[in-house]
């Protein structure tokens, strides 16, 4: 089955405990991004990555950081996690040939107190 | 850069009855405008999508129109059903480029009334 995958599904940390949220795809699709959503204000990019080694800073930036060392996992890395930072995260993948359609992974629940 | 504006905001309606959702976009050079889906505790999903070479496209039960002078687009949802409730959002991609970022509006809750 063709899917997005992120682990953890939820998590609760403190403030400045470093932690890394994962993503893989099943699809060989090149392109992959992470978005947060926040109440009333929808879906923001933060990072996403052309391929391989490629990354580049979505709307939202900063306090994150990604990496793409292989093509079926981009995983979203918080250093130092704030308060603000609390939010719904998505992964997404879109392939760059045929239909351009992005899929979304199930989201994670972070919670940073 | 690409802003999209989303109404309502909350959207309520008896089953069987029809459901509009309207957007507008401000980037001209967008190009394709997907509809996604967002169950409670689910990632969104995308229901249909339109690129701007064709004005309107109809899956079942439901329908995006676009209007590209206007630079807005609808979705219409016919024969609404209680599992049509969840937020719908709207996205809009500018053509061309390396990102394929989706500019998303801020999302219509709607509920469908047995």
């Known amino acids: 089955e063709a899917q997005v995958t992120q682990n953890p599904r939820y998590l609760i940390t403190v403030t400045g405990k470093k932690l890394t949220v994962t993503c893989s795809q099943n699809m060989n699709h090149e392109y992959m991004s992470w978005y947060r959503q926040d109440p009333g204000l929808g879906l923001r990019q933060i990072y996403y990555s052309m391929n391989v080694e490629v990354t580049d800073k979505g709307d939202v930036p900063e306090g994150y950081k990604v990496s793409r060392k292989e093509k079926r996992n981009f995983p979203l890395i918080l250093e130092s996690p704030s308060p603000n930072q609390t939010s719904l995260y998505f992964c997404?993948?879109?392939?760059?040939?045929?239909?351009?359609?992005?899929?979304f992974g199930p989201g994670t629940r972070l919670t940073v107190l | 850069g690409e802003n999209v504006e989303q109404h309502p905001s909350t959207l309520s309606v008896q089953e069987g009855d029809s459901a509009v959702i309207k957007c507008t976009y401000s980037d001209s050079a967008s190009n394709y405008f997907p509809w996604y889906k967002q169950e409670l505790g689910k990632g969104p999903q995308l229901i249909i999508d339109?690129?701007?070479?064709?004005g309107e496209k109809k899956d079942q039960r439901i329908a995006v129109t676009l209007n590209k002078t206007a630079k807005h687009f609808s979705l219409h949802i016919t024969e609404t059903q209680p599992e049509d409730s969840a937020v719908y959002f709207c996205a809009a991609r500018r053509g061309g480029g390396s990102n394929y970022k989706l500019t998303f509006g801020k999302g219509t809750l709607l509920t469908v009334n047995p």
């Open positions: 997404a993948s879109t392939g760059t040939s045929g239909t351009g359609e992005q899929f």
């Open positions: 339109i690129r701007s070479n064709v």
